[in-house]
């Protein structure tokens, strides 16, 4: 059975340092792996897809890695800012196409 | 196409009340997932549809609840006798099957149950 791991579980800096959010998964068989925002009593928000034969993928001040072979990704949020305040999900797809979840890391970021 | 839709965002019951909702997902995505969200943790999975097709359960899916996708379009999750334990977001979510790839998966904002 997947199981992914969020670490830290919170966060909470001052604006403008730059952050690395990880996630690790126990079965390195993966299609995919998806960052999410989640603000408060809110939907999720897509954030960056790789896939399995990616090492990363950019979104402005987002980039995430994908180690695959030792089951890591990281996320790294270049210049954080107040609105970057949420809490951050990585999500693994497998052979069951089911998205699995890790618990999430929760950041603040204060001015 | 604004995405995926939920409804009701919010929904208040009764124990042993039974309650209905709704998802309607990307237009063209044939993959419609349940999750269900508590305060802190991250979503987990309840069913999945491809298509009309339920192809799979968590073992969290009590007799009590059901999940339908008609027509292979709008799916709903009904949850009979509510028990306070049934409290929690409810996330729909849709993505579409690729030759080679599997794409990104899209939420909804979710049914916030709350049972009293």
């Known amino acids: 059975k997947q199981e992914v791991t969020q670490i830290p579980a919170a966060l909470s800096v001052p604006e403008g340092e730059n952050l690395v959010l990880n996630c690790s998964f126990t079965d390195s068989a993966i299609y995919n792996l998806q960052w999410f925002r989640q603000d408060p009593g809110k939907g999720l928000t897509s954030l960056l897809l790789?896939?399995?034969?990616?090492r990363e993928q950019t979104s402005g001040r987002l980039n995430a890695s994908l180690d695959k072979s030792s089951g890591r990704s990281t996320l790294y949020i270049a210049a954080s800012q107040p609105g970057d305040s949420a809490t951050y999900l990585c999500a693994v797809m497998g052979g069951s196409y089911i998205p699995t979840f890790g618990r999430g890391t929760s950041l603040i970021v204060h001015p | 196409d604004t995405g995926v839709s939920q409804d009701p965002r919010h929904k208040i019951t009764k124990r042993g009340q039974n309650v209905t909702f709704r998802c309607d997902p990307i237009?063209?995505?044939?993959?419609l997932y349940w999750y269900r969200q508590t305060l802190g943790q991250g979503p987990e999975f309840l069913t999945y549809f491809q298509n009309e097709a339920q192809l799979e359960k968590s073992r969290l899916l009590s007799d009590r609840f059901s999940a339908e996708r008609p027509k292979g379009s709008f799916s709903t999750l009904e949850i009979q006798r509510t028990e306070q334990g049934d409290s929690a977001m409810y996330l729909c979510?849709?993505?579409?099957?690729?030759?080679?790839?599997?794409?990104?998966?899209?939420f909804g904002q979710g049914t916030r149950l709350t049972v009293v």
């Open positions: 979510a849709s993505s579409s099957t690729g030759a080679i790839v599997n794409t990104e998966a899209f």
């Open positions: 790789i896939q399995s034969s990616q």
């Open positions: 237009s063209e995505h044939n993959r």
